[in-house]
């Protein structure tokens, strides 16, 4: 049986209402150790289009990639990680949606007595997070001024991108590791788990917020190491 080389390339894609930049530490530590890091920046306008997107920055990729998605961007990978190129699966606090689901379908039934992401009523066809409520629910590890500019520079998440679903999903045939972060107010961590393991997933579990792709980069970079290792 041959064997994969082990991934140099990792291809980091955003959730909703933010944008790329929060990859930042992620980037910087996975760079220093002498991967080949891009960041996908996703409109988040429809799930479509940012697999499109997404495909267009793995078709750039000079061989094995690792591919990670933190919460809605889990969505977006495990449409677009079918890409040849893809060798294994790392979702952040993610959606991993099975086949025929979307976020929508995934966040239509929350755990009794799990807290209500401070999602305001759509406006234009787009959502954001009531401003005063952000920190608390999506960045409660985070710096209140760092926090604050999270807040402050919301990216519109647009209703088709909640709304599109997934095909065949990529979990069913790449390796794929979980980060769980207990202190999650956005996805709440029993959700995290069940999804985790429908999907076969290597789980790490962490104390941190919705953001801690943000606040916990060491944790993260060691998980997508791991991934890059997976055969």
């Known amino acids: 049986m041959s064997t994969v080389p082990e991934a140099r ?3 980091l894609v955003h959730g909703g209402f933010v944008d790329g930049s929060g990859w930042k530490g992620v980037y910087e530590l996975l760079r220093a150790d002498g991967y080949r890091v891009s960041v996908v920046q996703n409109p988040t306008i429809s799930l479509e289009g940012d697999v499109a997107t997404t495909r267009q920055v793995l078709d750039a990729q000079d061989g094995p990639t690792v591919l990670v998605g933190h919460s809605y ?3 977006v990978i495990t ?3 079918r890409h040849d190129n893809v060798t294994a699966l790392v979702y952040v ?3 991993a949606p099975g086949k025929g689901e979307s976020v929508n379908t995934l966040i239509a039934d929350p755990p009794p007595g799990a ?3 401070p999602i305001l009523p759509p406006d234009g066809g787009f959502l954001f997070l009531d401003r005063e409520k ?3 629910s999506f960045a409660g590890d985070l710096p209140a001024d760092e926090a604050r500019f999270l807040a402050d520079s919301q990216v519109p998440w647009g209703l088709d991108a909640l709304g599109g679903t ?3 999903p990529a979990w069913r045939t790449r390796p794929s590791f979980y980060l769980v972060a207990a202190d999650d107010h956005m996805i709440p961590p029993p959700a995290q788990r069940a999804m985790a393991e429908r999907a076969g997933a290597t789980v790490t579990e962490t104390g941190g917020s919705h ?3 943000v606040s916990k980069p060491g944790e993260v970079a060691e998980l997508i190491k791991k991934a890059a290792s997976a055969t």
Do not use: I, S
């Open 115 to 117: 807290p209500v992401p």
């Open 134 to 136: 952000f920190a608390a």
């Open 73 to 75: 961007g889990g969505a």
């Open 79 to 81: 449409e677009a990680g």
């Open 166 to 168: 997934v095909g065949d």
């Open 9 to 11: 390339n990792v291809v």
């Open 93 to 95: 606090a993610a959606f």
């Open 211 to 213: 953001a801690v792709y």
